[in-house]
């Protein structure tokens, strides 16, 4: 069962569907997208441009410093999150942490110490949201865009063999451009 908040609601992360099916979002690795939901865990819809990555918060989820260092770095590279406040992701000496912001949403006033390096604003960071571009929406049929399922076919062999030869005749073709 999930766990609910004071008022009796239950708590989750959304990622808009505009990002999801963005191309920045489809080039993140697994790690990234682990992090951006762990980043966004954080996020209440009051503190955007106050969220943290810090090693001490994130060891649980990741396998070394190093995982969680690329992660942020293509978070970044694909424009998802943005540096806010410089600090440090080690949280040593009680040093302030390096400050993100989800891209998608304004960026919240920050009440904390630490250099801030942008301002709050209630317009998102990034508005420029490309879509996916894929031989499907070309109209070419790729192996994620096969030729549509027939029963005729299925249930004959002879007709099965001819659309197993048109399948990858499709897909090398959709190789080859």
Known sequence: MARENKRGKTKFVGIP???MDSASYAELSGN????LTLMLRQYNGHN????TATW???QDHFGS????RSALKSLQDNRLIELTGVGT?????GKPPTLFAITWAGVDEYRGQGNVTVKASPKPLRTDWRPIETKKSQGAKTALNPPRFDAKTALNPKKQHESKVQKLHYTQKAANG
């Open 65 to 68: 410093n190093n995982t969680l």
């Open 56 to 58: 001490d918060a994130m």
């Open 48 to 51: 955007n441009g106050n969220l």
């Open 32 to 35: 990234a997208v682990k992090l």
């Open 17 to 19: 569907h505009y990002v």
């Open 89 to 93: 992701t080690q949280r040593k000496g």
